[in-house]
């Protein structure tokens, strides 16, 4: 079973940059898709962004695209969320998550990841 844990979260004012990180540790994650979610107070978790198990593709949820950029360090076991123009709808828990098949190329759908992190709270203040 890997075991992950996120990294990075905080208060940040709008128009800032932060960047999550998740490390895996336990077995290597260089084989499985990684994504991020989150899940805001009163709100259903949503998925935020996901990348092939090889990091040869991404794909982003429609309100953060072109701001955030998901990226994985596979020496490192590490998968990061860069996230720049940062707005008050961005605060949320975020976690990333590793899927439950290999050499996947990953999901929107959360059901299809097995691994999951403690979660990061960042808060973006207006």
């Known amino acids: 079973q890997v075991q992950l844990v996120e990294s990075g979260g905080g208060l940040v004012q709008a128009g800032g940059s932060l960047r999550l990180s998740c490390a895996a540790s336990?077995?290597?994650?260089?084989?499985?898709?990684m994504a991020w979610f989150r899940q805001a107070p009163g709100k259903e978790r949503e998925f935020v962004a996901v990348?092939?198990?090889?990091?040869?593709?991404?794909a982003y949820a429609d309100s953060v695209k072109g701001r955030f950029t998901i990226s994985r360090d596979n020496a490192k076991n590490t998968v990061y969320l860069q996230m720049n123009s940062l707005k008050p709808e961005d605060t949320a828990v975020y976690y990333c998550?590793?899927?439950?098949?290999?050499?996947?190329?990953?999901?929107?759908?959360?059901?299809?990841?097995?691994?999951w992190g403690q979660g990061t709270q960042v808060t973006v203040s207006s």
């Open positions: 998550a590793a899927h439950a098949n290999s050499y996947n190329s990953g999901s929107f759908d959360s059901s299809r990841y097995r691994s």
């Open positions: 336990g077995r290597t994650v260089s084989s499985y898709a």
């Open positions: 990348i092939s198990w090889s990091g040869g593709s991404t």
